[in-house]
């Protein structure tokens, strides 16, 4: 999972860049390191400092000869997003490294609110500085998407209340998801329709805007979903069924213990020059949290540092041989992330590209499953890797669709009706987590689908590596090369660039379920 959050200015990556005063967590988060937080004088954003360098650049604009000056203060503007990003950031990662402290929990929950200002006094600025200033050729490059009256309509006091006010409304939301769906000794049923009624909430409280196609910058609409998905249930879905059924007799046998950062370690440079540069990277400046243990989230993701140059993954690692899987998917990320450049203000995520980065590196990482166990075993780990590939083209089709119909209209659905739906839409082709383990329903609302449409091109990868590995890891350079943040792509225009189908041609998914199946029925000596 790439991590992201949507904003009123852009949808922004997380930065996450090195500041004096800020903990960082390396190999392991420990104590020692978390318990930071309990000290005075935390970082925090100069809010105040930031109005002022507003205000006086209100008074620059309208003077004459002012072009140096104002394009100085429109780039510290853009830096000082990136800094507030990079506070939050940190205090995100360590939060979700042990989320049982209720210091980390605060400042996480402030550093957010500061992030949210500091980013919608930059849209205020730029909008209002292509508007009414002497200079509007120096603000418009800059100018964010969306509702520029907002900005326009509103004076610079107004937007700061409103963008804490917001970010404070929309934190508790997420915390109250947390509290309940985390809650053991309450009964699952209760459990789901519990987060039903919060996951109503949120998107009653969020704009529709905030969680359709365009937002996420897609190049296919909900139509286009929902004719590929009753394609895919006809060629690809049968392929899952097959290997469920096979897993549900045959128990993986997988190694119980395996160091999948060793593994990682020394088997990136093996794909490339590239992928090793960026392993080494990763290793040598520890840019990545393992955090273990109950009282921390158990997902993964991964933190652009933008312009820094770098990256941060966030790994919740078992000991089991599942970490392989979110270490090198989350590595995918990493590669590809920590070489864009492209300030946190400007950025316009394409989840769809960033996935199918991740997703494809996963998948290539499957040819050194010999060196961790017999070549028996491997074969069931390749499978089993397969299988979850195909369970995410599956499971984030339905769950797409699933939130199609909900965010049409949440008014007219109580908290049972989306249970229902969840369970008709989802449950019912084989999805199985439950509704309320579902987190991106309530941190992304309209999120999920991505996994569906990404794990296409990962699939494609994984069956061009059967005939020519070379080849497949060469395809995989040009995949990992395109910025899914610069807005320069979208998923059909970034495939054709790396001369990948359009799997939303008709009749695309079924010559690679053709080539799944073959190569399945190999594995299973069928």
């Known amino acids: 999972m790439k991590r992201y959050r949507l904003f009123a200015v852009a949808s922004a990556l997380l930065l996450l860049c090195s500041l004096t005063g800020c903990s960082f967590s390396g190999a392991d988060a420990d104590s020692a390191e978390l318990s930071s937080y309990n000290e005075p004088n935390l970082p925090r954003c100069d809010i105040e400092a930031y109005k002022a360098k507003i205000e006086d650049l209100r008074q620059n604009w309208l003077k004459s000869n002012q072009e140096e000056a104002i394009g100085q203060t429109v780039q510290e503007l853009l830096d000082a997003v990136d800094e507030a990003y990079a506070l939050y950031a940190h205090a995100e990662i360590d939060y979700y490294s042990d989320w049982t402290k209720d210091a980390l929990s605060d400042y996480r929950s402030r550093t957010y609110e500061d992030m949210c200002v500091v ?25 964010p998407d969306g509702n520029l009256d907002y900005y326009r309509l509103h004076n610079l006091q107004r937007i700061m209340f409103y963008s804490r006010q917001s970010a404070a409304d929309s934190a508790l939301l997420l915390d109250d998801y947390y509290d309940v769906a985390y809650d053991d000794s309450v009964d ?10 919060l996951y109503l909430d949120i998107l009653k409280e969020t704009s529709p805007s905030d969680y359709d196609y365009e937002a996420f910058e897609r190049d296919y609409t909900p139509e286009d ?72 989230y158990d997902g993964s993701f991964t933190i652009s540092l933008g312009k820094e140059q770098s990256a941060l993954m966030y790994l919740y690692l078992d000991g089991s041989f599942t970490d392989v ?39 290539l990482f499957t040819h050194f499953y010999g060196d961790l166990m017999d070549a028996e075993t491997a074969k069931r780990a390749e499978l089993w890797a397969v299988f979850n590939l195909l369970d995410a083209v599956i499971s984030g089709f339905a769950i797409g669709m699933f939130e199609a119909k909900i965010m049409e209209d949440p008014e007219q659905y109580e908290a049972k009706d989306v249970v229902q739906c969840y369970a008709d839409t989802c449950t019912a082709v084989g999805v ?84 799944l199946d073959a190569h399945i029925s190999a594995l299973l000596d069928e």
């Not at 091109?457 to 497949?472: E, H, K, R």
């Open 432 to 515: 199985s987590p439950a509704l309320y383990q579902v987190t991106h329903l309530y941190e992304q609302p309209g999120y999920y689908v991505s996994y569906g449409v990404s794990a296409l091109p990962a699939l494609q990868i994984y069956t061009m590596m059967q005939d020519d590995f070379d080849a497949a890891v060469a395809q995989y350079g040009k995949i990992s090369e395109i910025s899914s943040v610069s807005g320069e792509y979208r998923i059909q225009s970034a495939m054709q660039a790396c001369g990948m189908q359009n799997y939303f041609e008709s009749g695309t998914v079924s010559v690679l379920a053709d080539a």
């Open 225 to 296: 979903v929902s004719a590929l998905y009753s394609e895919l249930l006809e060629t690809v879905y049968p392929l899952f069924v097959r290997l469920a059924a096979y897993f549900a007799e045959t128990d993986p046998a997988l190694p119980e213990q395996t160091d999948a950062l060793q593994f990682l370690r020394e088997h990136a440079e093996k794909l490339s020059p590239e992928i090793g540069e960026s392993a080494d990277k990763l290793f040598s400046e520890h840019l990545y949290t393992a955090a273990k243990g109950e009282d921390c």
């Open 119 to 143: 980013s919608e006094m930059t849209g205020w600025a730029i909008v209002n500085g292509e508007r009414k200033s002497a200079y509007p050729a120096l603000f418009a490059p800059y100018l």
């Open 188 to 197: 699952p049923d209760e459990t789901d329709l519990a987060c039903a009624g």
């Open 325 to 363: 899987s979110s270490v090198t998917h989350e590595f995918g990320h990493f590669h590809s992330d920590w070489r864009d450049e492209t300030p946190v203000f400007l950025q316009k995520n394409c989840i769809d590209i960033a996935e199918a980065q991740s997703q494809s590196m996963e998948m």
